[in-house]
């Protein structure tokens, strides 16, 4: 149990007590009971809003609740002080000796240390990636791919069952232009001059060994075939080699999935019909006609009778279409029929789209919620654009010209853990600047620097620790850390709690920004040194406080390595 979650166990029982004398009546939820770091560090070490959230309900105001409430806090030996603030918050100071339990508790978990059994074992699917197998990663998928694998590895490490899945969109128009390209690439590799890329077509290089892939199995027998022929022929063979092309650029990234599930393998299994009987059988389904889209007049605008779901049920803004007027599956259908194969095997879904589709999330939550009848959760994460920038000029992409830059090249130029730390830095809904000069810029200002740069400052004391010849004791005197050495322990026991705020908001980002925070502290108590000597951490005439000093240090370093894990990122040892 970690400190918070133990002191929030404490505040719970004083509750029960206060229900057990008769001061608070029975029953009361609870629920928005917190135990947080306060604001402002100087008033403590912990608060709880528990009078705060629990007065109203409780026939009292905060402040008298909050005046029952601390003299139980008060009496825990753990305790040093409890102060009653403001309306009715109640700041509590520990006793010091716990902080340093707390650290020798981070130096025995270890890797451990911060591991959530938050999730119980529940069984989530995270959908990311799922770009069209039309080419190889670029860097407008590069965002999504981190996000969504930060996030897994997030709630593997807050204790949920994770599988990780991507969508091979291989039913639609545009795999069909695919086959079409690699079949005008196919005649190029036999010593056909094809010209110029015909409109339409993908015109990338990309494409060339696929040509040729298909021109060393299959000779000349398609060159002057029938497209019927063909065509499924070469999409397979294709929309193959694409995935793979695709699985080599996301394991540069260390992003590997489970499950790569095909749009074309749904919805020949009949999973949409299932979708559209269960949702009938539920009355959730009728023929009707939609409203003309906004700016249409009724002169432009030709109702045609739809197979409708009714979303607007669950939330909505209008009923959506599941069939198109020729009978076949709109998007939304196939979306349906994807999802609910998806949640009858996992109790939450989570999706890592695009801003692009941030207009659909309503209608496919609305689908899962009918067709699970509430069973399974789904939540989309909206992940904004990477503008990317060389030398502070932006630098344009376009898929449809071939001129955009590619995942592989920029792992290649800048590294894999810069561009995992990067793709974290902002919240994913805000968009974000890539510039290749500044993400590897040994600066403070650069968020990689800063947080690889501490736990290589850490990793450089026990090396400088033997150079210098101190002869430390077997065990550490952690009583010798003072309170501004314990102030780094303090931020670091908020780890945990960092974990399970990120694990339930399904927000990795906030590790990232843990992280930072983290580094400026351990750098500021570093800097201190500069200053006065008597602050550093290796004293050589001083053994004992150099083995204690090292300790909080190999402790901070420890939570460095597991969040930058969380993150996908390793931790650099040394710095060029």
Not at 174 to 194: F, M, P
Not at 421 to 435: G, H, K, Q, V
Not at 469 to 477: M, N, R
Request: glycine share 8%; aromatic share 8%.
């Amino acid at each position: 149990m970690t400190l918070y979650a133990r002191f929030a166990a404490h505040i719970d029982a004083v509750l029960d007590q206060l229900e057990g004398e008769g001061q608070l009546p029975a029953g009361i939820e609870r629920k928005a009971v917190a135990v947080e770091p306060p604001r402002d560090a100087s008033h403590g070490d912990l608060a709880t809003n528990a009078a705060m959230v629990l007065a109203k309900r409780a026939g009292t105001n905060p402040r008298a609740l909050a005046e029952l409430i601390a003299p139980k806090l008060r009496a825990l030996d753990e305790v040093a002080a409890v102060e009653v603030a403001g309306p009715g918050f109640i700041n509590v100071r520990l006793d010091a000796g716990l902080w340093r339990d707390e650290l020798r508790s981070i130096l025995a978990d270890g890797a451990d240390y911060g591991r959530s059994s938050l999730g119980g074992g529940e069984k989530v699917n995270i959908e990311y990636v799922s770009a069209n197998p039309t080419g190889p990663m670029h860097m407008g998928h590069c965002r999504g791919a981190v996000v969504g694998d930060a996030l897994a590895s997030l709630l593997e490490y807050a204790g949920y069952a994770v599988t990780r899945e991507y969508y091979v969109n291989d039913a639609g128009s545009q795999v069909d232009t695919l086959a079409r390209s690699a079949h005008l690439r196919y005649r190029e590799a036999l010593g056909e001059d094809i010209g110029g890329i015909p409109e339409g077509f993908y015109p990338g290089d990309y494409l060339k060994p696929v040509g040729e892939g298909l021109a060393a199995e299959f000779g000349d027998r398609y060159v002057a075939a029938p497209e019927a022929e063909w065509l499924h022929l070469f999409k397979t063979k294709t929309v193959a080699a694409m995935l793979d092309l695709i699985r080599h650029d996301l394991g540069l990234l260390g992003i590997h999935h489970d499950i790569f599930a095909s749009e074309a393998q749904v919805q020949g299994s009949g999973a949409a019909n299932r979708v559209e009987a269960t949702l009938r059988d539920k009355g959730l389904v009728y023929e009707g006609l939609l409203e003309a889209p906004k700016g249409e007049t009724p002169e432009d605008w030709e109702p045609v009778e739809l197979t409708l779901f009714r979303s607007t049920e669950f939330g909505d803004d209008q009923d959506r279409p599941m069939k198109k007027s020729d009978g076949s599956w709109t998007y939304f259908g196939a979306d349906a029929a994807y999802h609910l194969q998806k949640a009858e095997s996992a109790n939450h879904l989570i999706n890592i789209w695009g801003a692009d589709h941030a207009g659909t999330v309503k209608r496919v939550q609305a689908a899962v919620r009918a067709l699970t009848d509430g069973r399974v959760d789904l939540d989309v994460k909206i992940v904004n654009m990477v503008r990317l920038f060389r030398a502070g000029e932006p630098i344009k992409m376009s898929k449809r010209s071939g001129n955009f830059v590619t995942l592989a090249d920029v792992v290649r130029e800048v590294g894999k853990d810069v561009v995992r730390f990067m793709m974290l830095t902002r919240r994913a809904d805000a968009p974000l600047d890539f510039d290749f000069a500044k993400v590897v810029e040994a600066s403070k200002d650069n968020p990689v620097f800063y947080v690889q740069y501490a736990h290589a400052r850490i990793c450089s004391l026990h090396r400088r620790t033997k150079e210098a010849g101190i002869d430390l004791p077997d065990t550490a005197d952690l009583s010798l850390l003072d309170d501004e050495e314990l102030a780094l322990v303090k931020l670091g026991a908020q780890f945990p709690r960092v974990v399970e705020a990120a694990a339930q908001a399904h927000e990795p980002h906030r590790i990232a920004f843990y992280l930072n925070d983290l580094a400026a502290a351990l750098h500021a108590q570093w800097n201190k040194g500069n200053d006065d000597p008597a602050r550093r951490f290796l004293l050589a005439h001083n053994p004992d406080l150099t083995r204690a000093r090292l300790e909080l240090a190999s402790g901070i370093g420890q939570i460095v390595r597991n969040g930058l894990a969380i993150m996908g990122v390793a931790a650099a040892e040394e710095m060029q």
